[in-house]
C-alpha cells in the first residue's frame, strides 16, 4: 500500500505501507541517494516474521516531492513528525541507513522520541560524516566536497563510482544498475544539498540525549561511514548494542541480509 503525507506547503512524501496489520511496526529512512526500495530485501522478508514495514521516501528522492530547499537534518527529522503523526504510530522502531541514520537520531533527539521506543542504525552517518578536529574518524572534507562537485558536474558518474565501493560482497551487473537506477530517482539539486548538509551537520550532542534502546548495525569494511563511527555512537548512547558485520561494507542490509534481518527482528521483538 503506497501513498503520499504532506510535510508543508506543496511538499508531499511518498510511504511505502507493507503489512499494516503486523504486530510490530519498523519505519524505514533510507540513505542517500537512494529511496525505500533499498530495504527491497528487509520488505520482502519481515512482514514474514509479523513486522509492520514502513518505507519512507525523504522528500527530493525516490517518488517524493522534489522541492528546492528542505534538506538539512532538522527539516527532514520534522518531515519524518509530519509522516508519524499522519498514519498515528506509537511504539515504534525507527530505523535509518546512513544519512538516513543521522535523520533518525535528529527525530530522536529534537521529537523526544515522539511515537518511537527503540531506534535502529545502520551504517548511520553519524556523529559526523566528515573529519573534524575534535572527531579523526570520518571521511576527508576533501572526498566529500568532490562528491559534491562531482554530482554537479556528472551526477551519473559520480552515482556510479559511488555504488562501486557501497558494497562488499560481490554483486551483479544487473543489481548495480538497479541500484544505480535508484539514485538517478532523485532530483540532482536534492542529492547535492544533502551532500552539502554532510559538511555542516554534527550530531554529538543529539547521540547524547538517547534514552531508548538502540542497536547498531555496522559493516567493518565500510568505505562510506567507517567503523569507528559505530564505536563512537555505541560508546554515546547509553543503551546501545553494537553489532559489526564482519563481511559488509556500507551495504549491510544486502551483504550480509539474513543476519541484518534476523538481528533486527529479534531486537524488534526484544
Known sequence: MGYYIPVGPDVKLYVEDLNPTGCNTIVFIHGWPANHRMFEYQFNQLPRMGCRCIGIDLRGFGNSDKPWDGYDYNQQADDIRCVIEALGLEDVTLGGHSTGGAIA??????????????????????????????????????????????????????????????????ITAPFSDWFFQMGLQAAGWSTSAVAEAWLQEELFEDLASIRIPTL????????????????????????????????????AFYDERDKFNKELVRFIEA
Request: with cysteine; proline share 6%.
Open 105 to 170: 537520531i535528529r527525530y530522536v533527539a529534537r521529537h523526544n522520541s515522539y511515537g518511537v521506543s527503540k531506534l535502529a542504525l545502520f551504517a548511520a552517518a553519524a556523529p559526523s560524516l566528515i573529519e573534524r578536529p575534535y572527531f579523526p574518524h570520518g571521511l576527508k572534507r576533501e572526498e566529500v566536497e568532490k562528491i559534491i562537485c562531482d554530482t554537479q558536474n556528472d551526477r551519473p558518474n559520480m552515482l556510479q563510482g559511488f555504488g562501486n565501493m557501497f558494497f562488499f560482497q560481490y
Open 216 to 251: 547498531i548495525l555496522h559493516g567493518i569494511h565500510d568505505k562510506v561511514c567507517l567503523f569507528p563511527l559505530a564505536i563512537a555512537q555505541n560508546r554515546a548512547i547509553r543503551n546501545s548494542k553494537l553489532i559489526p558485520f564482519q563481511y559488509s561494507g556500507h551495504g
